[in-house]
Protein backbone atom coordinates (compact mmCIF):
# COMPACT_ATOMS: atom_id res chain seq x y z
CA UNK A 1 0.00 0.00 0.00
CA UNK A 2 1.21 3.60 -0.76
CA UNK A 3 1.59 6.07 2.08
CA UNK A 4 -1.01 8.27 2.45
CA UNK A 5 -1.36 11.65 0.50
CA UNK A 6 -0.04 14.18 2.88
CA UNK A 7 -2.45 16.86 2.57
CA UNK A 8 -5.29 14.16 3.90
CA UNK A 9 -3.06 13.55 6.34
CA UNK A 10 -2.65 16.58 7.50
CA UNK A 11 -6.20 17.44 7.62
CA UNK A 12 -7.19 14.38 9.90
CA UNK A 13 -4.92 14.87 12.18
CA UNK A 14 -6.08 16.68 15.59
CA UNK A 15 -5.24 20.79 16.09
CA UNK A 16 -3.67 22.21 18.98
CA UNK A 17 -6.89 23.93 19.07
CA UNK A 18 -8.67 20.97 18.46
CA UNK A 19 -7.33 19.43 21.59
CA UNK A 20 -7.57 21.91 23.79
CA UNK A 21 -11.46 22.24 22.67
CA UNK A 22 -11.82 18.69 23.72
CA UNK A 23 -10.36 19.13 26.66
CA UNK A 24 -9.16 15.18 27.27
CA UNK A 25 -6.49 14.38 25.47
CA UNK A 26 -2.97 15.97 27.27
CA UNK A 27 -1.37 18.41 25.62
CA UNK A 28 2.46 18.58 24.84
CA UNK A 29 4.57 21.20 25.79
CA UNK A 30 5.67 22.04 22.15
CA UNK A 31 1.99 22.89 21.01
CA UNK A 32 0.44 26.32 21.46
CA UNK A 33 -2.08 26.77 24.11
CA UNK A 34 -0.50 23.81 26.20
CA UNK A 35 -1.78 24.49 29.58
CA UNK A 36 0.91 25.40 31.60
CA UNK A 37 2.14 22.68 34.59
CA UNK A 38 -0.37 20.61 33.21
CA UNK A 39 0.78 16.61 34.09
CA UNK A 40 4.00 17.54 34.44
CA UNK A 41 4.93 13.97 35.55
CA UNK A 42 3.78 13.01 32.12
CA UNK A 43 6.80 11.76 29.53
CA UNK A 44 6.96 13.49 26.29
CA UNK A 45 7.91 12.17 22.68
CA UNK A 46 10.83 13.64 21.10
CA UNK A 47 11.80 14.98 17.82
CA UNK A 48 15.05 13.12 16.52
CA UNK A 49 18.35 14.46 16.86
CA UNK A 50 18.82 15.33 13.30
CA UNK A 51 19.84 18.01 10.84
CA UNK A 52 18.53 15.98 7.80
CA UNK A 53 14.88 14.80 6.60
CA UNK A 54 13.09 12.22 8.59
CA UNK A 55 10.34 9.66 7.13
CA UNK A 56 7.16 10.29 9.32
CA UNK A 57 5.63 7.07 10.71
CA UNK A 58 1.89 5.97 11.15
CA UNK A 59 1.32 4.27 13.97
CA UNK A 60 -1.61 2.56 15.54
CA UNK A 61 -2.13 2.46 19.59
CA UNK A 62 -4.08 0.62 22.09
CA UNK A 63 -4.58 0.07 25.50
CA UNK A 64 -6.49 -2.53 27.87
CA UNK A 65 -7.09 -1.78 31.32
CA UNK A 66 -7.26 -3.51 34.83
CA UNK A 67 -9.32 -2.02 37.64
CA UNK A 68 -7.17 -1.42 40.68
CA UNK A 69 -8.04 -1.54 44.22
CA UNK A 70 -8.61 1.87 44.51
CA UNK A 71 -11.06 2.12 41.54
CA UNK A 72 -8.41 3.28 39.33
CA UNK A 73 -7.31 2.23 35.68
CA UNK A 74 -4.09 1.91 34.81
CA UNK A 75 -2.64 -0.04 31.82
CA UNK A 76 -2.43 -3.76 31.81
CA UNK A 77 -1.60 -4.72 28.10
CA UNK A 78 -0.33 -2.32 25.54
CA UNK A 79 -0.22 -3.02 21.63
CA UNK A 80 1.28 -0.53 18.49
CA UNK A 81 1.25 -1.50 15.02
CA UNK A 82 2.39 0.02 12.05
CA UNK A 83 1.06 1.73 9.21
CA UNK A 84 0.68 -1.58 7.16
CA UNK A 85 -0.86 -4.20 10.37
CA UNK A 86 2.84 -5.45 11.74
CA UNK A 87 2.74 -5.85 14.92
CA UNK A 88 5.56 -3.13 16.61
CA UNK A 89 4.81 -3.40 19.89
CA UNK A 90 2.95 -6.27 22.23
CA UNK A 91 3.21 -6.33 25.30
CA UNK A 92 1.89 -6.78 29.37
CA UNK A 93 2.46 -4.26 31.65
CA UNK A 94 2.93 -4.84 35.30
CA UNK A 95 1.19 -2.50 37.17
CA UNK A 96 1.61 -0.09 39.76
CA UNK A 97 -0.35 -1.38 43.09
CA UNK A 98 -3.07 -4.26 43.90
CA UNK A 99 -5.40 -5.70 41.16
CA UNK A 100 -8.72 -5.91 41.92
CA UNK A 101 -9.83 -6.86 38.60
CA UNK A 102 -9.42 -7.37 34.78
CA UNK A 103 -11.13 -5.06 31.77
CA UNK A 104 -9.99 -6.73 29.27
CA UNK A 105 -12.21 -7.53 26.06
CA UNK A 106 -13.70 -10.93 25.92
CA UNK A 107 -10.94 -13.65 24.45
CA UNK A 108 -11.85 -15.80 21.96
CA UNK A 109 -12.33 -19.36 23.71
CA UNK A 110 -12.02 -21.52 20.68
CA UNK A 111 -7.97 -20.18 20.28
CA UNK A 112 -5.46 -22.71 20.41
CA UNK A 113 -2.18 -22.90 20.98
CA UNK A 114 -1.64 -24.71 17.32
CA UNK A 115 -3.71 -21.81 15.98
CA UNK A 116 -0.44 -19.48 17.27
CA UNK A 117 1.82 -20.79 15.34
CA UNK A 118 2.50 -17.68 13.12
CA UNK A 119 2.24 -15.64 16.04
CA UNK A 120 4.49 -17.46 18.26
CA UNK A 121 6.89 -16.97 15.64
CA UNK A 122 6.34 -13.33 14.88
CA UNK A 123 6.88 -12.56 19.05
CA UNK A 124 10.11 -14.69 18.80
CA UNK A 125 11.50 -12.21 15.83
CA UNK A 126 10.19 -9.44 18.00
CA UNK A 127 12.27 -10.75 21.11
CA UNK A 128 15.06 -11.90 18.56
CA UNK A 129 14.76 -15.33 19.45
CA UNK A 130 14.06 -14.83 23.46
CA UNK A 131 12.04 -17.45 24.90
CA UNK A 132 8.35 -16.25 24.32
CA UNK A 133 6.38 -17.11 27.28
CA UNK A 134 2.50 -17.24 26.57
CA UNK A 135 -0.12 -17.38 29.20
CA UNK A 136 -2.48 -20.09 30.30
CA UNK A 137 -5.95 -21.19 29.12
CA UNK A 138 -5.53 -20.41 25.40
CA UNK A 139 -4.40 -17.01 25.76
CA UNK A 140 -6.94 -16.02 28.77
CA UNK A 141 -5.09 -13.82 30.86
CA UNK A 142 -5.34 -13.63 34.68
CA UNK A 143 -4.34 -11.25 37.14
CA UNK A 144 -1.37 -13.58 38.00
CA UNK A 145 0.27 -13.02 34.41
CA UNK A 146 -0.02 -9.00 34.63
CA UNK A 147 1.34 -9.14 38.02
CA UNK A 148 4.10 -10.77 36.50
CA UNK A 149 4.75 -9.33 33.10
CA UNK A 150 7.88 -8.80 32.23
CA UNK A 151 7.90 -5.15 32.30
CA UNK A 152 7.10 -2.17 33.95
CA UNK A 153 5.09 0.66 33.52
CA UNK A 154 7.97 3.01 33.25
CA UNK A 155 9.77 0.38 30.96
CA UNK A 156 7.11 0.87 28.46
CA UNK A 157 6.89 4.03 28.13
CA UNK A 158 10.75 3.91 27.38
CA UNK A 159 10.24 1.69 24.86
CA UNK A 160 7.27 3.54 23.34
CA UNK A 161 9.24 6.40 23.11
CA UNK A 162 12.20 4.40 21.57
CA UNK A 163 9.99 3.83 18.54
CA UNK A 164 7.55 6.84 17.98
CA UNK A 165 8.74 10.45 17.98
CA UNK A 166 7.29 13.46 17.99
CA UNK A 167 6.95 13.88 14.49
CA UNK A 168 5.15 10.35 13.99
CA UNK A 169 1.69 9.95 13.74
CA UNK A 170 -0.53 8.14 16.25
CA UNK A 171 -3.99 6.86 15.48
CA UNK A 172 -6.24 5.31 17.92
CA UNK A 173 -9.67 5.42 18.65
CA UNK A 174 -10.64 7.52 21.83
CA UNK A 175 -7.02 7.53 22.10
CA UNK A 176 -7.14 10.67 24.51
CA UNK A 177 -7.97 7.36 27.23
CA UNK A 178 -4.98 5.31 26.35
CA UNK A 179 -2.37 8.96 26.29
CA UNK A 180 -3.90 9.14 29.67
CA UNK A 181 -3.62 5.86 30.63
CA UNK A 182 0.14 5.44 29.47
CA UNK A 183 1.30 9.35 30.87
CA UNK A 184 2.38 10.43 27.58
CA UNK A 185 2.04 13.38 25.66
CA UNK A 186 2.15 13.13 21.89
CA UNK A 187 1.85 15.98 19.36
CA UNK A 188 0.89 14.25 15.93
CA UNK A 189 -2.71 12.74 16.67
CA UNK A 190 -5.51 11.25 14.49
CA UNK A 191 -8.19 10.14 16.61
CA UNK A 192 -11.21 7.94 14.77
CA UNK A 193 -13.77 8.90 17.41
CA UNK A 194 -13.55 12.50 15.72
CA UNK A 195 -12.84 11.37 12.16
CA UNK A 196 -16.40 9.77 12.49
CA UNK A 197 -17.98 11.63 15.19
CA UNK A 198 -21.08 12.25 12.53
CA UNK A 199 -21.96 8.62 12.60
CA UNK A 200 -23.67 8.60 16.19
CA UNK A 201 -25.87 11.50 17.60
CA UNK A 202 -23.88 12.02 20.37
CA UNK A 203 -20.86 12.51 18.56
CA UNK A 204 -19.09 9.47 19.97
CA UNK A 205 -19.26 5.91 18.26
CA UNK A 206 -17.74 3.39 19.31
CA UNK A 207 -15.36 1.21 17.46
CA UNK A 208 -17.46 -2.15 17.06
CA UNK A 209 -20.33 0.45 15.88
CA UNK A 210 -17.80 1.69 13.13
CA UNK A 211 -16.64 -1.85 12.32
CA UNK A 212 -20.23 -2.30 11.32
CA UNK A 213 -21.41 0.20 9.75
CA UNK A 214 -18.53 0.69 7.49
CA UNK A 215 -17.44 -2.92 6.98
CA UNK A 216 -20.51 -4.88 7.81
CA UNK A 217 -20.96 -7.70 10.91
CA UNK A 218 -18.91 -10.32 8.37
CA UNK A 219 -15.51 -7.94 9.08
CA UNK A 220 -13.65 -10.05 11.45
CA UNK A 221 -10.35 -9.12 13.23
CA UNK A 222 -7.44 -11.21 12.71
CA UNK A 223 -6.01 -13.21 15.83
CA UNK A 224 -2.90 -11.55 15.53
CA UNK A 225 -1.96 -11.69 19.31
CA UNK A 226 -1.88 -14.57 22.29
CA UNK A 227 -3.64 -11.66 23.95
CA UNK A 228 -5.93 -10.15 21.44
CA UNK A 229 -8.08 -7.33 22.29
CA UNK A 230 -6.01 -4.42 22.06
CA UNK A 231 -3.78 -5.94 18.66
CA UNK A 232 -7.18 -6.14 17.17
CA UNK A 233 -8.54 -3.05 18.11
CA UNK A 234 -5.55 -0.84 16.75
CA UNK A 235 -5.70 -2.64 13.69
CA UNK A 236 -9.32 -1.77 13.66
CA UNK A 237 -8.99 2.10 14.27
CA UNK A 238 -5.93 1.88 11.39
CA UNK A 239 -8.14 0.29 8.64
CA UNK A 240 -10.86 2.59 9.84
CA UNK A 241 -8.37 5.78 9.43
CA UNK A 242 -7.49 4.21 5.87
CA UNK A 243 -11.30 4.97 5.00
CA UNK A 244 -10.59 8.66 5.03
CA UNK A 245 -6.69 8.83 4.13
CA UNK A 246 -7.58 7.62 1.18
CA UNK A 247 -11.20 8.26 0.40
CA UNK A 248 -11.92 4.35 -0.03
CA UNK A 249 -14.25 2.02 1.42
CA UNK A 250 -12.05 -0.52 0.28
Known amino acids: MEDPPAYRLKTLILTPGDLLKDGRYPIHSVLPGCPEGQNKHYVLSQFPYTDGPTKLSIYALDCEFVLMDDDTKQVGHVSLVDFYGDVVLDELVRPRGQIKKLLFAKRNDQ ?140
Request: aromatic share 10%.
Open 111 to 250: VTYSDMEDTINRLKEIHKGQTVVLPPNNGKITISDIENAKYSFKEIQDKLLKIVTAEDVIIGHGVYEDFKALEWKHTQILDTIKIFDNVVPDGSPSLKLLIGHFFGPEYIQEELSPYSGSVADAKAALDLAKIELYNSWA
